[in-house]
């Protein structure tokens, strides 16, 4: 419905150029700014650690090796291995890309593109960039992955500050330092993180769920399974209808870590696939379907080569690069961004305005918002 909407529109352009005398172009930008909706929400979701290079070109192939802990090459590599690049992408996240490329997406940091997306903390690991993605600024204070509430106010909190948001934001993370990143103590958000018990929800779902995360092996202590994080973060969208929902997925950074290239990839599929089943929770639901904004991306990049693709930090080179993408509704741009220069600490105002709000009122040192959306301002 709203695509063809979207076309009348155009044909109305069309019309305005033959009988008033208005330029094509410009006929066009005005009746696709006045169609522009109103979002009335907002789905944030970040990968953490997941690299441009795969989201862009797929699996590398240097990679696909016994050296960078992949127990079964010829698995891996027939599982997501093609010649052609775009094959492989399409491979590794066939819903993601099907969102950029068929229903008007929008997806920011190929470096084929010359497109670039940068974080500007310096540091390049967790925190600051969850307070850069955040906040909309990167901090110094900010400067470890130590469990210090944050001083910095997010746009979270901002936003739960308002009337019309409050108890309509939340906060999903597989990683157990979100409640001190979101600051749940002075914000009031509520920030489901960690091993922690899923509370909101179908009982019965919940309880199969919380069964399973305290009998099943952690692989990594401060890490829950992606796949819990999802179903948790489900169950709240179909219980409370937040407003605002941040989600954010851990094990692709955890795997990178651990040197296992082929569970990085296979975690990047499962995490594509819970995209999709989060895309879907939203427009099964009235109050979402057609008026809510998916932001995606990820806190920082990694480096290059056997060792480096394993970490990231100042020294390594590619851990400044990250990307963005968005989808969900008609957007002021689409497809791959080509040649642009954006910057991680955008997201922040980009999420304000989408909703009508200019968050950069609060702090001269937020980021304005990417090129995707209305400004709070028009």
Same mark, same amino acid.
């Given at each position: ?15 305005? +150029? ?22 009335? $929400?907002?789905? @944030? ?26 127990? $079964?090459?010829?698995?891996? !590599? ?6 052609? *690049? @775009? ?7 066939? &819903? ?37 993605? +955040? ?7 900010? $400067? #470890? ?13 901002? +936003? ?12 999903? =993370? #597989? ?16 920030? $489901? ?14 309880? *199969? ?18 796949? /819990? ?9 179909? !219980? ?5 929902? &941040?989600? %954010? ?37 009235? %109050?979402?379907?057609?008026?809510? /904004? ?21 020294? /390594?080179? =590619? %851990? ?13 741009? #689409? ?12 997201? *922040? ?20 918002? +990417?090129?995707?959306?209305? %400004?709070?301002?028009?």
């Amino acid at each position: 419905m709203a695509k063809m909407v979207f076309y009348c529109r155009i044909w109305i352009a069309v019309v305005s +150029l033959l009988c008033f005398g208005k330029s094509f172009g410009q006929a066009v930008y005005e009746e696709s700014q006045a169609f522009l909706p109103k979002v009335d $929400n907002i789905v @944030l979701i970040t990968l953490d650690g997941f690299r441009g290079e795969e989201l862009f070109s797929g699996a590398d192939k240097r990679l696909i090796v016994k050296e960078c802990g992949v127990k $079964n090459v010829d698995a891996c !590599t027939n599982q997501f291995w093609r010649e052609d *690049a @775009l094959e492989r992408r399409h491979v590794l996240m066939p &819903f993601l890309w099907e969102m950029i490329e068929k229903q008007g997406g929008w997806v920011a940091g190929s470096m084929e593109e010359d497109s670039e997306v940068r974080v500007t903390n310096g540091l390049y690991f967790s925190y600051p960039g969850y307070n850069e993605i +955040l906040s909309g600024f990167a901090d110094a204070w900010v $400067n #470890s992955n130590d469990k210090r509430y944050n001083r910095n106010v997010t746009v979270l909190e901002w +936003l739960h500050r308002k009337e019309e948001f409050k108890q309509r934001v939340a906060a999903y =993370g #597989s990683w157990d330092v979100f409640p001190f990143i979101v600051n749940d103590k002075r914000s009031g958000i509520p920030v $489901n993180a960690g091993w922690s018990p899923l509370t909101v929800g179908d009982p019965g779902k919940l309880s *199969a769920a919380n069964f399973i995360a305290e009998n099943l092996f952690h692989e990594f202590e401060g890490v829950r399974y992606d796949s /819990l994080t999802t179903l948790g973060a489900i169950e709240e969208i179909r !219980t409370t209808k937040p407003r605002v929902m &941040f989600v %954010s997925l851990g094990e692709t950074d955890d795997w990178a870590h651990a040197g296992r290239y082929d569970l990085y990839l296979l975690t990047a599929r499962q995490n594509d696939q819970f995209l999709k089943e989060i895309w879907n929770a939203t427009q099964s639901i009235e %109050s979402y379907r057609d008026k809510t /904004l998916f932001l995606i991306t990820t806190d920082h990049g990694r480096g290059d080569g056997r060792e480096g693709w394993k970490n990231h930090s100042l020294v /390594l080179s =590619g %851990s400044e690069r990250i990307w963005i993408a968005a989808f969900g509704v008609p957007l002021q741009a #689409s497809g791959i961004d080509r040649g642009g220069r954006y910057t991680q600490s955008q997201v *922040a105002s980009t999420l304000a305005s989408a909703l009508g709000y200019d968050f950069k009122e609060s702090n001269e040192s937020i980021a304005g918002e +990417l090129p995707i959306v209305r %400004s709070a301002s028009q």
